[in-house]
């Protein structure tokens, strides 16, 4: 089946740890985005990809560092400088083109412990 | 910038009531704009969207119709059921086409 897939759902990470999530997308969209949300809270953009090895920053990209190797994979990395990491965070991806519909993965949830 | 204004919520309705949901929005240029609804521990999925002024999206029941003038794209929906229990997000793609900006969601409960 094509769609976005996040790993984990869940993770939990000590305070002072680096931790990746994982997105990967078979629709071969050109584009890729990581937002984040948090609770009662609308998404916030922290990175997107318009192409492979492209990639700029959204509005809180402060703590979070991405990458972009191959058109399916969009990793987000969140470090140790992100102070208030708890959060769900999503991956999108989107048709190139104007006007083309994001589309969602299911979400990741990152707690700090 | 782009923004996107959305009512607060939670809206509670009783089963089968008329909903409206507002949302009004500010950009540049001719964005395309969208619906988005997320249920409970899960991602986002388009419900509906559309492209140019005077355009409804339609989809499950739920309306929303592109108003250049007022620069609104409220939804609406006859008739809601308690499976209809969620966060509705207003968007847009900002003014290159690149990516959405979100309203702040309106949560929808519907009771039986």
């Known amino acids: 089946d094509g769609g976005i897939t996040q790993s984990p759902k869940y993770l939990f990470r000590k305070e002072g740890q680096n931790v990746t999530l994982s997105c990967e997308q078979n629709?071969?969209?050109?584009?890729m985005y990581w937002y984040r949300q948090d609770p009662g809270q609308g998404l916030r953009l922290i990175y997107y990809?318009?192409?492979?090895?492209?990639?700029q920053k959204g509005d809180i990209a402060e703590g979070y560092s991405v990458s972009r190797e191959k058109k399916e994979s969009f990793p987000l990395t969140v470090t140790s400088a992100q102070k208030n990491p708890t959060a769900f965070y999503l991956c999108?991806?989107?048709?190139?083109?104007?006007?083309?519909?994001?589309?969602f993965g299911e979400g990741s949830w990152l707690t700090v412990v | 910038g782009d923004s996107v204004t959305q009512m607060e919520g939670p809206v509670t309705l009783s089963e089968e009531a008329f909903l409206t949901i507002n949302c009004t929005y500010t950009?540049?240029?001719?964005?395309?704009l969208f619906w988005y609804v997320q249920y409970p521990g899960e991602g986002l999925q388009l419900l509906l969207k559309?492209?140019?002024?005077?355009d409804k999206g339609s989809n499950k029941g739920f309306e929303a119709t592109y108003r250049k003038e007022t620069t609104s794209f409220h939804l609406e929906k006859g008739s809601v059921q308690v499976s209809d229990s969620a966060v509705y997000f207003c968007?847009?793609?900002?003014?290159?086409?690149?990516?959405?900006?979100f309203g702040t969601g309106t949560r929808l409960l519907v009771s039986p």
């Open positions: 999108a991806s989107r048709p190139g083109g104007t006007g083309n519909t994001i589309y």
């Open positions: 629709l071969n969209h050109d584009a």
């Open positions: 990809s318009q192409i492979v090895n492209d990639f």
């Open positions: 950009a540049t240029g001719y964005p395309s």
């Open positions: 559309a492209t140019k002024a005077d």
């Open positions: 968007a847009l793609n900002d003014s290159g086409f690149q990516k959405l900006v």
